[in-house]
């Protein structure tokens, strides 16, 4: 692959065992690695691609793998690192590889905001393919209905630029098995004043946050948004948290906040929204992790799955509110998000850990929805428990337009 300005990178090359390496560890038993210098590198090996039948991966850090990109090429787009910010329209054009931490960076230099998620290290793209759970959902909907446009090379090696069509609203959340994105452009939101952070309690408190945490999740403005988690790691004391981010002025957040009382520990203050990433500090290393997402319908049983008995081998659950905006109308395959919280619950690989996520889903019962979002499928999941059979038809049959020869090979494939 000479025709190639970037690394090329073959297993058994120096340095292959890191670069191939994703962030979420799957195996993954690629046989070249490039690192594209430019668009043009990206244009180049699909051609490749297609003169001499390989499949291209394309991934940015690999957050989302899932081990599907063994005999492929795997692609990173990491130079594609130019973020620019029109701060009279209020919209960004990302790179794919430009990381939600530099948009929001970027962005909050001018009061603005991305629809981020809680990982600064996760790229604008990949995040916004799988349609984009961010902090501020509840007052703008999904991430990926803010994209007005994506700038790709297509399976045939052409470069284009796409707004609107079959292949605009597919990749606006139906993943990346379509075509090669190289840059996203989408509209920022004002956040002129902002305010976050962690509250701490021990276990022993679970039971009254989490009542607290169900009556002001009801009545709660778009503008705030909680998160509660049960960690159990081991080694550490049980803790009980709540993650919180307001947009706007912080003594309303305070009010609104007062009824959780007396936390050991509490991170909230007035933020920018290039802090995000500090409520959470999701890990930055490579961390491989057994996970189930599931998405839910109200809060009947939760608090008996998650407080009624230990939790132990899972050791960290996430319970998001969702709503609002997410509710309401959506141009994404996925459609909107009608279910109330999402549920992220993850262990050690192993399994005990999976034996342990299947007694959890049993015991939140009725509340499980039927579905997950995309962007959180994981390696026992496919596109089915993502989309109704309508909607994979449509992505399948758009596919089969756009990308005929399947040269592109997404982490969770349509076909
Ligand atoms: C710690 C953590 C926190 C997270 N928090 C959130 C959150 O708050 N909200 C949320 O919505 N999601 C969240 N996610 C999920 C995340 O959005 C997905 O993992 C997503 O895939 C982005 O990760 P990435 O940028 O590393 O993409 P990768 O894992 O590198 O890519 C995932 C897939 O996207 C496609 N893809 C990526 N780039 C391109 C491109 N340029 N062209 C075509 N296809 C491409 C490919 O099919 C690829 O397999 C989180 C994940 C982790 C691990």
Redesign the pocket.
Known sequence: MDFVRGRVLRPGDEGFDTVHR???LVGQDVTAVVEAADIDDVAALVRHANENGLQI?????????SGNAGGAVLLR?DRLNEVRIDPVAATARAG?GVRWGAVQEAAAAHGLTGLA???PI??A???T??????WFGRAFGWAADSVTAFEVVTADGERSRVTDGDLFWALRGG???YA??TAIEFGLHPAPELYGGRMIWPLSKARQIFLTYAEITAAAPEALTLWLGVLNFPGMDPLVTVDVTYLGPAASAVELLRPFENPVSDSRRVLTPAELGQITA??VDPSAAASRSLLLNGLDDVEEALLGQPLEPVFGVQLRHLGGALAGPSATPFGPLTEPYYVYALGAPGKATYAGLDELTARLGKSVSHRKPY?ALSPSDTVADAFDPGTLDRLRAVKRRHDPRNVLR??YPVV
């Open positions: 994703p962030w979420n991966a394309t991934q940015a850090g690999g957050h989302g793998a787009l794919a998620g809680s990982s996760v790229s793209t990949g995040y393919l799988g349609g984009g759970l961010s993943g990346g098995d090669i994105v999701d890990p962007f997404a982490n």
